[in-house]
């Protein structure tokens, strides 16, 4: 219990506060929970959560990766999935008829496409040595005027069958599409770094890039694949996004995503300097932020004012999450407790207990 | 001869300076050639000090910024407390009590309690800048749109005297296309901006403060170990940073003589372009104050050039990335050529010094 | 010798998160001494001079400097009370110039008068013989002379005590006499000085008075020249002694001399060091001797590709290969100790384990991932091995002492089962201990076949362990010796006559 405890123990504060999220739905009224059927699909306050916050936990993903690689974070990935989803847009209107292997076709040009950004900021990070958030300022700032170009006006219009069917729900299956997309996409992360070593390497480069390099490690094509693979999840949060729209707004899609990712990697308890990481820590965190906003939303308050109760929410938890506090709360428990169990445990344990962890 | 054994010995430009003189140099190369492809417009002062009177906000931000990043921070905020500034002293001002010196004082609050708060949670409970800050622009546009969601127009007379103010120079006019002399106009915010500027670049340059920010951004924990109070200096960083937002935001206000939701709106993003243009790097330790006006005036130049030149204004912003990454790989390929050259440099035999040549050394300098 | 004492700790004790770093230590210091402080690491050397500096605030136990009670909470008072201090690592701001790093955080105007400090810095720079210019940016000036800087900012603060922690760690022998001799002025003129060191030698030559610690805890204070040396390491060790005179050391076979493991012609690399030819067969020990900069670090690095290869070429078992990156030369079988543990070697925030099996995997491949099963026997086995003192192997490296980091690091080496392994400076700053133990393990090594290129500034070390040694200088190779030719006073002799007369014309 005890070794399960410790292992989980930096998914405390997000989960917390996703219990605490919970409890005040509760309080405002007790069918938080409730899930109603509509044209055989389900719908409720959960459904919504898990559908509104799709793009923003495969961006997270992304972001997860980017951070403990190159100790820094991408700013561009609204844009870059405004690009992406220029791309798909324009294979898919420019077709006579609207198959599923035109969208697919038009999805793996937007991968392509969404490599290429990344492949293009991570170039700059990892052999110009820019940081990341210096690279990625470059796409954040120029990138929706390339998606304009590519879209050559304003908002052109995706109606056809199979985009809506993606973007909410496909006659028969009872989850919308997006929800469906985003348990696809983490279950193939979860393959990803269960079938490599891609956990190993990030956390060495992130954490000692020189001597990751001396152990054979190149830190250049690890911080290049962390952004290739920001890059991908910039294109399916893109497609998401854009199938959802209905439209391809520009200037809109996605806009400022980047500072969701970014919290949501920070309130998965992962460090925003690099190094050890948790992706199950900013999909939760992901999905906080969404049942955030949600929760907001539902508790009626001024629309005005959602920012400000955001802003003092954000920071009361970093201040919890902080490591002075958690020090002085340690201190302050370390004094109520009696002296020999603090003895007990300050002694350096010798090689003791080497069993821990085996039947693992 | 003694000339340039002068020159020899004189010591490398830092990190700082050489950045500066970059950014400077691209500067006043493209300022040339602007001036050769459109001598219409770029010939005359005005369009210069137009560049400063009608973005003195923004170069006030990046002043700001520049403290904070060559400390080693960053502060998104303050696109969204200059904004939030200019609703409250809109709102202040036309509610009938308001007065000048009361909206200035709004002003430096306002940035004063946002700078404060911000380092308190960054310096003294360690806490990542990006998200406090990120905080802090939600918690200012939260304000800016609960206060007032309307464009508030100023009317009131005293500050309409001060928003149409101008310092007439009369010599440095010139004749429109009718043969009628129009003098040059400074407006107040651009004598603002040539004060912060004097005043923080000093700062940072010769006072102990200043050198301590330096030391900060350059290694935090060599910094503590010399005994230099680390978060009281993070700390005032922030206090600054707001503090400039703050004053960014009347200038603001008094330039464009209105509140509006979307003031200043992304303006962090662009102040983030102009620092690093200038030279500041993001990792902290090394920037010229100097260079944030450069920075700001090198991207707004190339607008005006594109303005000119008649592109779609949609694609200013694609122009103004390729600049950035122009400037950044620029900035990139010079420092690593000059670490490989110091790689080398600092391990010629004779700095595996034997007494004598020690002693060369120093008879050499 | 009575009387008088300028800093006086009763009962001071530390504790850290799973670790009593100090039990009730007392320590006196008297004005115009040096006071040696030795002990192995995690002795508590360094957390008691960081508790005096005021980096960590003491749990109990009461300070008095000069009679007064104090209570520091930041370095910032301690420098302030006259107490000036230098790490080891250096700890100083590479974005400043010499001048600013010499005098910021001490002075109190609000205010920098570049000129007169400049002039000032100019000055005692001159007057300490340190080749660097006041306006120089610190990041220009290598390591050796940073920590000189270093020195000089604790010396200029008219401090009445002064802590050197390892000063002498990245100084040549040159610089160590002007270190000393800068000591002893400052002895005279009555500063209390408190020395750290590995260097048994430098503490008898220099010190009036030793403080032994172990395990945080005070073994006693001893007038150095009444302690022996061999009283002195056996105080410092309790009671593990002996081991060393026991070393035997291996002699390879000369039957299969023929076809040397690996074979490097005209190497050179990036960080200058000039073309050199190396050679080495199996089963044998051999070394790079000479001082810190002499290219045996820089010859290592570029045996093993750690910095770029500018030239040469490079065979294993007669063949050539191409080495061109670090993983090139592991897969070749080549392994390789960085000097710079914790900046080249451990991963600090990874586990134990994870450490051990890191290189063995990327040997393995990206796509082939150990299971956890099978990482956590490979980890054990060799935690066992080599007697890794960890909780667990789940415990993050970083919370392991020097020693413990090292062996972690042998470890990672040897679960590739390595053809040639080059082990730079593995036993520096780690405990006696230990290093008998690494020096046993390099031998049993070779016996088993493997062979091991071993570094070290201690030349008595590599005289234990090694069949030949190679003296460099001046970043070439300036003599070899074997047999009965090893001695440390030929080493000496080679090192002082090799390679004069290159910078006569």
Known sequence: MGRLMKRFSHLFLPLSVMVLLIIINLVKGADYFRITMVNGAFYGNIPNIFFGASELVILSIGMTLVTAASRGQDISIGESATITSAVFVQYVLQANEVTLLTILVAFLLSSVVGLALGAFNGTLVSIFKVQPMVASLILFTGGRSIAFMIDGKLSPILANDLSNKIGTVIPGIPIQTPIILTVVFIALTAVLFKTTNLRLYVEAVGINPNAARLNGINPKKVIFLTFLIMGFCSAVAGFIAVNKAGRHDSVNLLKLIMMDAILAVAIGGNSLNGGKFSITGSIIGAYTIEMLNRTLLRLEIEPAMIKVFKAVFIIILMVVASPVVRASITKVVDKIRPASVQREGSVPLPIANRVGKKEE | MAGVNAIKKKTRLSNSNLLFLIAAIIFVLMYLFAIIMYPGSFLQFQTFFDLFNLNAPLIIMTLGLCIVMIGGGIDISIGAVCGLVTMACAFFLESGRGSIWGAILIALGIGIVFGIGQGYLIAYLEIQPFIITLSGLFMAQGLLTTLHKDPINVTMPDFVKLRDFEIVINWLGTRNRLGVFIPCEIKPGTIIVVILLVILASLMKWSRFGRNVYAVGGNAHSANMLGINVKRTMFITYVISGLTAGIAGFVYIMTTGAGNVGNAAGAEMKAIASAIIGGTLLNGGVGNLLGAPIGTLTLLVINELIRAAGVQSNFQAMVSGLLLYFFIVLQSIIMSLRDKREFTLALPPWLRLSRKAQGEALQHR | ?505
């Open chain 3, 1 to 505: 010798m009575l009387g008088k004492t300028i800093l006086e700790m009763r009962g001071i004790s530390k504790s850290f998160p799973g670790v009593k770093a100090l039990d009730s230590v007392d320590f006196t210091l008297r004005p115009g001494e040096i006071h040696a402080l030795m002990g192995e690491n995690g002795a508590g050397k360094s957390t008691l001079i960081k508790v005096i500096a005021g980096v960590y605030e003491k749990d109990s136990g009461s300070i008095t400097l000069e009679g007064k009670p104090i209570h520091f909470k930041a370095p910032e008072e301690a420098q302030n009370n006259g107490i000036g201090t230098v790490y080891q690592e250096i700890m100083l701001c590479p974005n400043l110039t010499v001048a600013e790093n010499m005098y910021i955080g001490r002075s109190h105007s609000l205010l920098v008068n570049w000129k007169q400090m400049n002039e000032q810095a100019e000055r005692l720079l001159a007057s300490l013989n340190i080749p660097a210019r006041a306006t120089q940016e610190l990041s220009s000036c290598s390591l050796a002379v940073q920590q000189m800087i270093a020195i000089a900012r604790a010396v200029d603060m008219d401090c009445n005590i002064l802590i050197l922690d390892e000063p002498t760690s990245s100084l040549d022998e040159d610089e160590v006499h002007t270190l000393f001799a800068l000591m002893r002025e400052l002895k005279e003129r009555g500063v209390g000085i408190i020395f750290i060191t590995h260097f048994l030698e430098q503490a008898y030559e220099i010190s009036d008075r030793i403080t032994v610690l172990r395990n945080g805890k005070l073994v006693g204070e001893y007038e150095t020249i009444a302690l022996l040396q061999i009283e002195l390491i056996s105080k410092m060790l309790g009671n593990e002694l002996d081991d060393i005179t026991s070393l035997k050391k291996h002699e390879p076979d000369v039957s299969d001399v023929s076809i040397p493991v690996f074979e490097a012609i005209g190497l050179s690399s990036s960080a200058g060091v000039r073309p050199f030819d190396f050679t080495i067969q199996k089963g044998e020990v051999n070394g790079f001797a000479g001082l810190l900069g002499s290219g045996r670090s820089e010859s290592a690095r570029a045996i093993f590709t750690a910095d770029r290869v500018t030239g040469g070429e490079v065979r294993m078992k007669g063949k050539r290969v191409k080495i061109k990156t670090p993983l090139h030369a592991i897969t070749q079988g080549i392994g390789y100790l960085p000097e710079d543990r914790k900046g080249d070697g451990i991963i600090e925030d990874l586990s134990v384990r994870d450490n051990i099996i890191l290189t063995l995997q990327v040997l393995n491949g990206f796509f082939k991932p150990f299971s956890l099963k099978q990482a956590q026997e490979f980890a054990e086995e060799y935690i066992e091995r080599l007697n890794i003192k960890t909780p667990t192997a789940d415990t993050p490296i970083k919370s392991l002492s020097g020693g413990n980091q090292q062996k972690v690091i042998l470890a990672r080496w040897l679960l590739t089962h390595p053809e040639y392994l080059i082990l730079d400076e593995p036993t520096r700053g780690i405990d006696v201990g230990t290093k008998v133990e690494i020096q046993k393990l390099v031998i049993a090594l070779a016996h088993e076949g493997m062979s091991v290129t071993f570094i070290s500034s201690e030349i008595d070390e590599m005289l234990r362990t090694c069949s030949r040694l190679i003296v460099m200088k001046d970043r070439e190779i300036v003599g070899e010796l074997r047999g009965s030719q090893l001695t440390e006073s030929a080493v000496m002799n080679v090192i002082a006559k090799g390679g004069k007369n290159r910078w006569a014309d």
